[in-house]
């Protein structure tokens, strides 16, 4: 099991050395000092990236906001809706005063590596924090009865919408706003990505997923569900976050309402991580709860993104208790002010799956047929005497 997962993890780093993902990035903003054109034949890679923003922010003091998209590619600035409107009206405004890249190599990591510690990440729902200079916020909320040009639309007026409140409750604030994405639509196809996104995000009972960033650990999960006997809770926005670290454990605090805190122990060792426990605090309760005989676990630099309910439990002599992560993504990071994106996943696959498996049974049967035919071929005996019809007719004995 040992080498499978080593084989396993030595593919996919390989892979993942030879791909980054190429992504349009929009700039706008009042205070852009760019000289940088929009240039088609051009893929500007990461330092080339951060020189860009370097010039951006050479005026201080400067709000960076950044919309991040699931997907996007340069193919979507030319969607247009049924009645033939452009999916973006308010980037046509602002062209002018716009720097567009179309193709940039990891723009996000760029991105969070200049914000470093002062990235703030929300979710398009949740409100915008007011001082902070870095805001990324995520436009993962595809809805169930639109096409993706009405919602690019949508997206476009939330980012009109979200500059101008901005720009309200703080007068003379300096914003360079940024539109990106993740990764690039046209590798997934817009229908299957819409499927997924639909999944995550349908209006009516779905989730939505809470992101916890702290120094050392990333997590995303549609809900944490506490049970202590019979009584059961969802608990909701943490209202503190806390963490201590170094190059072997990562624990990590939450606090929520109601003197409920979560101690998340992580650590490291033999090139993986491990998600070992859970403290549960409620009140003056204190309980230390394990995960399931399936270990929690990815190699480093993985995320881990398994099972759709992740339970700690823990029994005492009186009451039960358990917490359960639902549609759980997580990934520790052991260095301090380490850029903290999620790596690629670990979905819990083995790297010999049934198909491969019947694959390696049928050529093994069809090696032994071609060895035993080879065999047989080899142990036939021909006729080494022939009869001439004009000498003694030749008399094969029996024990010939």
């Known amino acids: 099991m040992a080498f499978c997962r080593v084989v396993y993890s030595l593919l996919v780093l390989s892979v993942i050395s030879c791909y980054a993902s190429k992504v349009p990035v929009y700039l706008w903003g009042d205070s852009l000092k760019s000289s940088i054109k929009s240039n088609p034949l051009t893929t500007y890679t990461c330092d080339e990236f951060g020189a860009v923003l370097k010039q951006v922010l050479v005026e201080e003091p400067v709000t960076v906001v950044v919309f991040t998209e699931e997907t996007l590619s340069v193919e979507d600035f030319s969607l247009k809706n049924e009645d033939g409107e452009t999916s973006f009206p308010y980037l046509h405004e602002n062209l002018g005063e716009a720097i567009y890249m179309p193709t940039v190599k990891d723009a996000l990591a760029t991105l969070n590596r200049t914000a470093g510690p002062d990235a ?10 007011v001082g902070a200079r870095f805001v990324f916020i995520n436009l993962n909320d595809a809805r169930e009865d639109e096409s993706r040009a009405d919602m690019l639309r949508r997206h476009d007026a939330y980012m009109q919408e979200t500059i101008a409140k901005m720009q309200e409750m703080q007068e003379d604030l300096n914003i360079v706003a940024v539109y990106t994405a993740n990764y690039p639509s046209w590798t997934i196809p817009v229908t299957k990505s819409r499927v997924r996104r639909e999944a995550e995000g349908a209006t009516e009972g779905a989730r939505t997923s809470r992101m916890y ?4 650990l990333r997590l995303v999960a549609s809900s944490i569900q506490v049970k202590a006997g019979n009584d059961s809770r969802t608990l909701s926005e943490a209202i503190s976050q806390d963490s201590s670290l170094n190059d072997t454990y990562v624990n990590a605090t939450l606090t929520f309402e109601n003197s409920t805190s979560l101690l998340l122990n992580f650590n490291s060792h033999g090139g993986y991580w491990f998600f070992d426990e859970v403290v549960l605090t409620m009140g003056s309760v204190v309980e230390t709860l394990y995960p399931p005989e399936d270990e929690v676990f990815a190699v480093l630099g993985f995320s881990y993104r398994c099972a759709q309910y992740i339970t700690f439990t823990s029994i005492n002599e009186t009451t039960t208790y358990t917490v359960s992560f639902v549609d759980m993504k997580v990934q520790p990071f052991f260095e301090t002010n380490t850029t903290q994106i999620f790596g690629e996943s670990f979905n819990c696959v083995p790297f ?9 049974f049928v050529v093994f049967i069809l090696l032994s047929i071609t060895f035993y035919g080879i065999m047989m071929m080899l142990d036939i005996r021909t006729m080494d005497r022939f009869d001439d019809p004009k000498g003694k007719t030749i008399t094969i004995n029996a024990a010939e």
């Open 352 to 360: 010999f799956s049934a198909s491969i498996w019947a694959g390696l």
């Open 213 to 216: 960033t702290l120094d050392g």
């Open 120 to 129: 703030v990440n929300i979710f398009s729902e949740d409100p915008v924090p």
